[in-house]
Every structure is written in C-alpha cells, then in structure tokens.
Nanobody
Framework: QVQLVESGGGLVQAGASLRLSCTAS????????MAWFRQAPGQEREFVAC????????YYADSVKGRFTISRDNAEKTVYLQMNSLKPEDTAVYYC??????????????????WGQGTQVTVSS
C-alpha cells in the first residue's frame, strides 16, 4: 500500500509556472507507475500525464503536451508535475495516482489503485 500527498498548488496568473509534488509513503515508489489527473468544478476528472516506474515512458493529454512535464525521483519517493505556460483552463484540483502495475501507462482513472487528496491550482486571466 502507498499513501500519496500532493503539494505545490496555488494561485498564479496566466503564463506562469508551477511545480506540483506528490510524496509517497509506504511501499517503495519504484513499484508503481504514477499519474496526474485533474478535476475542474462541475467537470469530470481528466487525465493529465503518466509515467512508468523507471520514468522511461510517459504519456500526456493533448491539452498539456509541450507545456507540462511529469518526472519522478524514486529515491525521494516523489513525483513531480512541472506546469509551464499555464492557462485559465488549467484551473482544477490536481490529483496524484499510483498503479500497482509498474508498467501501467494509462489515461483511465480505474487503472490506478491509490489516490492523493488533491491540490488546488487556480490560473487567473
């Protein structure tokens, strides 16, 4: 089992950058593939990015490709989401998720077994 805690959210202006962190406790992070999802008010949860256990394969939603970067430091048990050129439509609660399949590379929420509580990102125009 693993517990996930997100941090790094906040209020920024359009065009700014933020880096989200997801810190894991429990089992070794290298046993899990990791992902970021987001949910805006009144909308369904949306896939953002994912990465397999060793970071060698990643997958991004088209809406964030070229602006967001997912990375991980297994030794530090932390996954990051670097968000650049933020837009108002990026406003959402961002969730970190972990899959027990270390090779999982999926944009489907049900592929993931553990979830954090989320961190709010608000981008003003």
């Amino acid at each position: 089992q693993v517990q996930l805690v997100e941090s790094g959210g906040g209020l920024v202006q359009a065009g700014a950058s933020l880096r989200l962190s997801c810190t894991a406790s429990g089992r070794r992070l290298s046993r899990f593939s990791m992902a970021w999802f987001r949910q805006a008010p009144g909308q369904e949860r949306e896939f953002v990015a994912c990465m397999i256990w060793n970071g060698r394969s990643t997958y991004y939603a088209d809406s964030v490709k070229g602006r967001f970067t997912i990375s991980r430091d297994n030794a530090e048990k932390t996954v990051y989401l670097q968000m650049n050129s933020l837009k108002p439509e990026d406003t959402a609660v961002y969730y970190c998720a972990a899959s027990k399949d270390p090779q999982e590379l999926s944009d489907f929420g049900r592929s993931y077994d553990y979830w954090g509580q989320g961190t709010q990102v608000t981008v003003s125009s």
